[in-house]
Nanobody, 122 residues
Framework: QIQLVESGGGLVQAGGSLRLSCAAS????????MGWFRQAPGKEREFVAL???????NYADSVNGRFTISGDNAKNTVYLQMNSLKPEDTAVYYC????????????????WGQGTQVTVSS
């Protein structure tokens, strides 16, 4: 089992930036994807971004051009750089692991972190 721990959330003004980190307990092997999802109160958990084992990335339309996902294999860590933040970005952000290389559905992810709160004020 892979354990994932998110960090880096907090309170930021609209237009500001945050970098989230997701540290994995073990190095991943083979085909996989690491994804970021978010969930606001009363809303379904939604896809934000992913990076595959092959290095390809994918972003939700709502964050494309503002967020960047990246990884550091030596640290077993995935990052989400969030720029030009908007109040509607406010949510709990989760990192997750999928055994598929390009999964964008939450149902395709097997392991999840505990989440980190991101709050963007007006």
């Amino acid at each position: 089992q892979i354990q994932l721990v998110e960090s880096g959330g907090g309170l930021v003004q609209a237009g500001g930036s945050l970098r989230l980190s997701c540290a994995a307990s073990a190095r991943t092997v083979g085909m996989y994807a690491m994804g970021w999802f978010r969930q606001a109160p009363g809303k379904e958990r939604e896809f934000v971004a992913l990076i595959s084992s092959g290095g390809s990335t994918n972003y939700a339309d709502s964050v494309n051009g503002r967020f960047t996902i990246s990884g550091d294999n030596a640290k077993n860590t995935v990052y989400l750089q969030m720029n030009s933040l908007k109040p509607e970005d406010t949510a709990v952000y989760y990192c997750a692991f999928s055994p598929e290389s390009g999964a964008t559905s939450k149902y395709e992810y097997t392991y999840w972190g505990q989440g980190t709160q991101v709050t963007v004020s007006s």
